[in-house]
């Protein structure tokens, strides 16, 4: 008996993190989808809405959303997903934030907006969802189209296909230069940031037919990564360097890694700054009551990429996810914060340690609330 069932989908992005720390901690689990009777008869009520991925232990805990459940397998298991020097900690934390928010926009569009090449790939998998019995081309047309708008609502519409599809092109370039000199992010073992990143560039990325195709032609180290990143063993049998099992030495950021966050810093800091400012004007307006639910969004912001100016959803959960950025900085001495400063401004990052949510966000009954 497995000591986890995952309820899941392969082309879940947010599956795609939880499903990665299993296989790397060694942990015996179970992956069902949602079309499971048990999901819906008592997996959904004790999780609080149909989403996924969840969890039931062994001793029928329910357990939802991604960062989670990789915390609570995590404070058992001690896989020692989170490397012991101050910088590379805060790069561990800002990548997890970026597969989990950053690269929305990209996973969206080429998902959704190549039906030539996707949209039988993509039929069959969300039909799978849908239990047996149903209409299952009904229902699964349904939830994709309703999946096609939230995308649009990310910002992925067609005014900004050409900035979305220039960024990513040169997102891969600068990933395949990293992962030619490391196997993960910061060494030879994955971090927190390495299975936050697996949600976007497996779930999405790295098996829709299009951005499948573009990242094997133009990245074929990153797509060895996301191979890598759904194997129990180290995989790295390929670099000189394979004997250990360890994070860089002396808190080293390697200067590849720094001009990639630099590139991302381009879409992702200034989406950050509009949105935090707008949910903070939207709490000061509401004043949703301690215990409030929170939803996906709040409204749309608007901010500018490369000169063209885009509107998002503003995403509470973005501020929960920084916020443990946030944390590891605020914890270490003046001195070290300085060192952190300065690795940040290298990557046109350091507002991020400012956009601050004028609420806490915490969870109850496995929901996200305002507290």
């Not at 995952?6 to 499903?19: E, I």
């Not at 928010?101 to 996707?118: K, Q």
Request: charged share 25%; glycine share 6%.
């Amino acid at each position: 008996m497995p000591d986890i069932i995952l309820y899941a989908a392969p082309l879940s992005l947010y599956s795609a993190k939880v499903r990665s720390y299993l296989i790397k901690a060694g942990i015996a689990y179970r992956e069902v989808t949602s079309a499971d009777p048990r999901y819906k008869s008592v997996v959904r009520p004790q999780a609080g809405t149909a989403t996924i991925p969840v969890i039931e232990t062994s001793n029928g805990e329910i357990i939802r959303d991604g960062t989670r459940i990789v915390d609570y397998l995590d404070s058992s298991h001690k896989v020692d997903i989170l490397p012991q020097g101050p910088r590379q900690k805060i790069v561990s934390r800002l990548f997890e934030v970026i597969g989990s928010e950053g690269l929305l926009r990209p996973a969206m569009h080429y998902r959704w907006d190549f039906a030539d090449l996707n949209a039988d790939f993509i039929r069959v998998h969300f039909e799978a969802l849908v239990p047996a019995e149903l209409d299952r081309t009904l229902l699964a047309g349904k939830t994709m189209q309703r999946m096609q708008n939230a995308g649009q609502m990310f910002g992925a519409i067609a005014e900004n296909f050409e900035i979305i599809e220039q960024l990513y092109e040169t997102l891969l370039v600068k990933f395949d230069a990293h992962f030619k000199d490391y196997p993960y992010l910061l060494g030879n073992k994955p971090c927190i940031g390495d299975f936050g990143l697996m949600g976007p560039l497996y779930a999405h990325l790295g098996r829709d037919p299009k951005p499948l195709q573009l990242m094997q032609a133009k990245a074929c180290r990153l797509f060895r990564w996301v191979e890598r990143m759904n194997r129990p063993e180290a995989d790295i049998g390929e670099f000189e360097s394979r004997d250990t099992d360890a994070y860089i030495d002396a808190d080293e950021i390697p200067s590849m890694l720094i001009e990639l966050m630099a590139h991302i810093a381009r879409d992702f800091v200034p989406e950050t700054a509009a949105a935090v400012e707008y949910i903070n004007q939207w709490l000061e307006e509401k004043k949703p009551p301690p215990g409030t639910p929170i939803v996906r969004g709040v409204g749309s912001c608007a901010f500018e990429v490369e000169g063209q100016t885009f509107k998002a959803l503003a995403q509470p959960y973005r501020f929960f996810l920084l916020k443990r950025m946030q944390a590891e900085y605020d914890a270490v001495p003046r001195s070290t914060q300085q060192d952190i400063d300065r690795m940040l401004e290298q990557a046109n990052m350091r507002e991020l340690l400012t956009c601050r949510l004028d609420r806490e966000i915490g969870w109850k009954d496995n929901l996200e609330v305002w507290l």
